[in-house]
C-alpha cells in the first residue's frame, strides 16, 4: 500500500507556509495601517473601530459621530477637530492633542488620556466615566455637565477650567444635560462601597485647579489632595 506521509507531510508545509504568510502580512500591514486608516478617513470613513493611529496628523479633521472604539491615537494630532459625539470608547489617547477640538457629547468611556492636551476644548457634556486622565492638560476647557464618575484626574491641569454641573461626586447634584452613568462592573462596585459608606467618585489627588476654575468644589477638591495654585 502507498504511504500516505508524503501527502500529509506536503499539506502540513503548505498549510505552514499559508500561517507565515498572514503572519508576515499583518506585520506588514501593522507597518501601514496608519496611513491605510487615514486615508480612509480622508475618503469619508466613520467605522474605525480599532483602528491604528498612533501618531498621525488629523488637525482640523471633521470625525463628528465616528467610531473609533478601541481606536489606538498615542500622539495623534487632532488640534481643531470637530469631534462631536465621537465614540472613544476605551480608546489609547495618551499624549493626543485636542487642543481646541470640539468634544461636546463625545464618550471616553474607560479611554486612557495620560498626559492628553484639552486646552481649550469644548468638552460639554462628554462621558468621561472610568476614563483615566492623569497628567492631562484641561486648562480653559468648557467640560460644563461632563460626566467625570469614577475617572481618575490625579495631577490633571484644572486651571481655569470650566466644570460647572459636571459629575464629579455622587453627592453633586448635576444639569439636565449630563450623561447618564453607564452600567457597568466597575460602576456597580462603588455603588456597593458608597451603601457602606465608602465613597471613591473621583481620583483628584495632584491636580491643579486655581480661583478661575468654575463648578469645582474647592473645600471636596482639597479633601481628596487637589492643589490650589495661583494661576
Not at 478617513?41 to 479633521?61: S, W, Y
Not at 491615537?73 to 487642543?99: I, P, Q, V, W
Amino acid at each position: 500500500m502507498k504511504s500516505l506521509f508524503p501527502k500529509v507531510k506536503k499539506e502540513l508545509y503548505v498549510f505552514s507556509f499559508i500561517i507565515a504568510l498572514c503572519i508576515g502580512g499583518n506585520t506588514l500591514f501593522a507597518q501601514t495601517t496608519a496611513t491605510q486608516w487615514t486615508a480612509m478617513i480622508k475618503g469619508g470613513e466613520r467605522d474605525l473601530n480599532g483602528a491604528n493611529l498612533t501618531g498621525v496628523n488629523l488637525e482640523g479633521i471633521d470625525l463628528h459621530g465616528a467610531n473609533l472604539t478601541g481606536a489606538n491615537l498615542t500622539g495623534a494630532n487632532l488640534k481643531n477637530a470637530n469631534l462631536e459625539g465621537t465614540d472613544f470608547n476605551h480608546c489609547n489617547l495618551t499624549g493626543t492633542d485636542f487642543s481646541n477640538a470640539n468634544l461636546s457629547n463625545a464618550n471616553f468611556l474607560g479611554a486612557t488620556l495620560q498626559y492628553t492636551n484639552l486646552y481649550k476644548a469644548n468638552l460639554k457634556q462628554a462621558m468621561f466615566q472610568e476614563a483615566n486622565l492623569q497628567y492631562a492638560l484641561l486648562v480653559n476647557a468648557d467640560a460644563q455637565s461632563a460626566n467625570f464618575i469614577l475617572s481618575n484626574l490625579s495631577n490633571a491641569d484644572l486651571k481655569s477650567t470650566n466644570l460647572t454641573n459636571a459629575y464629579l461626586d455622587y453627592t453633586i447634584s448635576t444639569g439636565s444635560g449630563t450623561p447618564e452613568l453607564i452600567e457597568t462592573e466597575a460602576l456597580g462596585k462603588a455603588i456597593d462601597l458608597q451603601e457602606k459608606g465608602i465613597t471613591i467618585p473621583v481620583l483628584i489627588k495632584g491636580a491643579k485647579y486655581n480661583k478661575n476654575t468654575k463648578g469645582l468644589n474647592m473645600d471636596w477638591a482639597k479633601k481628596n489632595g487637589a492643589v490650589l495654585v495661583g494661576s
